[in-house]
């Protein structure tokens, strides 16, 4: 069963199927898929496949490495990389070859410096006006500091923290034969994504439109991770194979979280967090923006009790307009003002209803160590507002 019909095109009340493009023409080919992604790399959901790798500049084309030619190689500000690898996918055997190629491109990679990977992109982009990789982003970003650029890429390569695309059509994996692949690199932290991007044509102006999705990523693939030791792979405990299904972007927030406020507040940060999922099903969800946060919403998504910034503040977002939305917007503004009254603040609801928050008085936001001083008391007021909506909800 296919995934998706024809889209269709209403234009003053007429309907217009569009058309499928087939890939493997002359002219809608593997080169073209890898232009039509570098000159254009908002075609490509990569902040969905990773929240910390926004903003993604195309670096070059066909990076030469040990194990061949890296198609597509993007560079953020934060010093992020992501691979893309375009191919056309035509039997089970050309799939497992790409994705174990990509995979090597990784292992090529976390084996750089920076001089070295700086050195191959400018190689391959055989451009005599661009001297560094600093100045291909910050064209982009005119205030990005040079030196906490290189560290940050430095840091990421030596880390392995890549995104890795493999870009095609009508992509269809078994992902447990992808495993099989993923244990062999358990010591890099990259995250691979299947990239589908059906293209269609508009008939009546033969204009393009392309539809990319994301078939699967890493984080929904069981992986064994091994530790390499004395040349010999060993299985490393549950409690570490665990951690390490947290995506590059968890682990990136709870870095910077840690770096803020502390490693001992960070550990408490964790329980409460541990608490919430156990006791109450509320799960950390990340947000998106170039600033990290971390929300604590019913695993429906519908309601998120807090947003946890990187920096330790704790913003408030959507409480009291989903309540609205329900038709009681005093649950939410009563979840508020509970919540003030607990860490001695006050409800500021001069902004839009969706950005309504707990303040200081001095009209700065609460640090989380406010509310862990009373762990207990919020844990309560989270459950009995969940109640009071989910009754509403029934009724």
Same mark, same amino acid.
């Given at each position: 069963?296919?995934?998706?019909?024809?889209?269709?095109?209403?234009?003053?009340?007429?309907?217009?199927?569009?058309?499928?493009?087939?890939?493997?023409?002359? +002219?809608?080919?593997?080169?073209?898929?890898?232009?039509?992604?570098?000159?254009?790399?908002?075609?490509?959901?990569?902040? @969905?496949?990773?929240?910390? %790798?926004?903003?993604?500049?195309?670096?070059?084309?066909?990076?030469?490495?040990?194990?061949?030619?890296?198609?597509?190689? %993007?560079?953020?500000?934060y010093g992020f990389i992501a691979i893309g690898e375009c191919k056309l996918w035509r039997n089970p055997e050309?799939?497992?070859?790409?994705?174990?190629?990509?995979?090597?491109?990784?292992?090529?990679?976390?084996?750089?410096?920076?001089?070295?990977?700086?050195?191959?992109?400018?190689?391959?982009?055989?451009?005599?006006?661009?001297?560094?990789?600093?100045?291909?982003?910050?064209?982009?970003?005119?205030? $990005?500091? @040079? =030196?906490?650029?290189?560290?940050?890429?430095?840091?990421?390569?030596?880390?392995?923290? %890549?995104?890795?695309?493999?870009?095609?059509?009508?992509?269809?994996?078994?992902?447990?034969?992808?495993?099989?692949? $993923?244990?062999?690199?358990?010591?890099?932290?990259?995250?691979? =994504?299947?990239?589908?991007? *059906?293209?269609?044509?508009? *008939?009546?102006?033969?204009?393009?439109?392309? /539809?990319?999705?994301?078939?699967?990523?890493?984080?929904?693939? +069981?992986?064994?991770?091994?530790?390499?030791?004395?040349? /010999?792979?060993?299985?490393?405990?549950?409690?570490?194979?665990?951690?390490?299904?947290?995506?590059?972007?968890?682990?990136?927030?709870?870095?910077?979280?840690?770096?803020?406020?502390?490693?001992?507040?960070?550990?408490?940060?964790?329980?409460?967090?541990?608490?919430?999922?156990?006791?109450?099903?509320?799960?950390?969800?990340?947000?998106?923006?170039?600033?990290?946060?971390?929300?604590?919403? /019913?695993?429906?998504?519908?309601?998120?009790?807090?947003s946890l910034q990187e920096s330790g503040e704790v913003f408030f977002y959507g409480i009291v307009e989903k309540?609205? +939305?329900?038709?009681?917007?005093?649950?939410?503004?009563?979840?508020?003002?509970?919540?003030?009254?607990?860490?001695?603040?006050?409800?500021?609801?001069?902004?839009?209803?969706?950005?309504?928050?707990?303040?200081?008085?001095?009209?700065?936001?609460?640090?989380?160590?406010?509310? $862990? @001083?009373?762990?207990?008391?919020?844990?309560?007021?989270? =459950?009995? /507002?969940?109640?009071?909506?989910?009754?509403?909800? +029934?009724?």
């Amino acid at each position: 069963m296919k995934q998706h019909s024809l889209p269709v095109k209403i234009t003053d009340g007429k309907t217009e199927y569009l058309s499928k493009v087939s890939l493997g023409s002359r +002219e809608y080919n593997e080169l073209w898929i890898q232009d039509i992604c570098y000159n254009n790399p908002a075609v490509l959901p990569i902040a @969905e496949i990773e929240q910390t %790798f926004t903003d993604m500049i195309p670096v070059c084309k066909e990076l030469g490495s040990p194990s061949g030619s890296m198609d597509l190689v %993007f560079v953020n500000a934060y010093g992020f990389i992501a691979i893309g690898e375009c191919k056309l996918w035509r039997n089970p055997e050309a799939r497992r070859k790409v994705i174990a190629q990509i995979l090597e491109y990784a292992k090529d990679l976390s084996q750089w410096n920076y001089e070295e990977f700086e050195k191959a992109c400018l190689k391959a982009r055989k451009d005599e006006n661009t001297t560094s990789l600093y100045e291909i982003v910050s064209r982009q970003d005119s205030e $990005l500091d @040079e =030196a906490s650029f290189i560290d940050a890429v430095q840091r990421n390569l030596e880390r392995g923290r %890549f995104v890795l695309m493999v870009i095609g059509d009508g992509i269809r994996e078994n992902m447990e034969e992808l495993s099989d692949f $993923l244990q062999r690199y358990g010591n890099l932290q990259f995250t691979l =994504a299947l990239v589908e991007m *059906p293209i269609f044509r508009i *008939p009546a102006s033969d204009e393009l439109i392309i /539809t990319p999705r994301i078939i699967a990523k890493t984080k929904e693939i +069981e992986r064994i991770i091994y530790r390499i030791s004395e040349g /010999t792979p060993k299985k490393i405990q549950d409690v570490q194979a665990e951690n390490d299904s947290k995506t590059i972007s968890e682990k990136v927030f709870f870095e910077r979280i840690e770096q803020n406020i502390g490693t001992a507040l960070a550990q408490e940060v964790q329980r409460l967090l541990q608490r919430l999922d156990d006791e109450l099903n509320i799960k950390g969800t990340l947000g998106r923006g170039k600033k990290l946060s971390l929300n604590l919403k /019913t695993t429906d998504g519908l309601y998120n009790f807090a947003s946890l910034q990187e920096s330790g503040e704790v913003f408030f977002y959507g409480i009291v307009e989903k309540a609205a +939305e329900l038709g009681h917007e005093e649950i939410g503004r009563e979840y508020l003002e509970k919540l003030a009254t607990l860490v001695g603040g006050y409800v500021d609801d001069t902004n839009y209803r969706f950005g309504w928050s707990v303040r200081q008085k001095n009209r700065t936001y609460f640090p989380i160590s406010s509310y $862990l @001083e009373h762990e207990d008391a919020w844990i309560s007021l989270i =459950a009995e /507002t969940i109640k009071n909506l989910r009754e509403v909800e +029934e009724n």
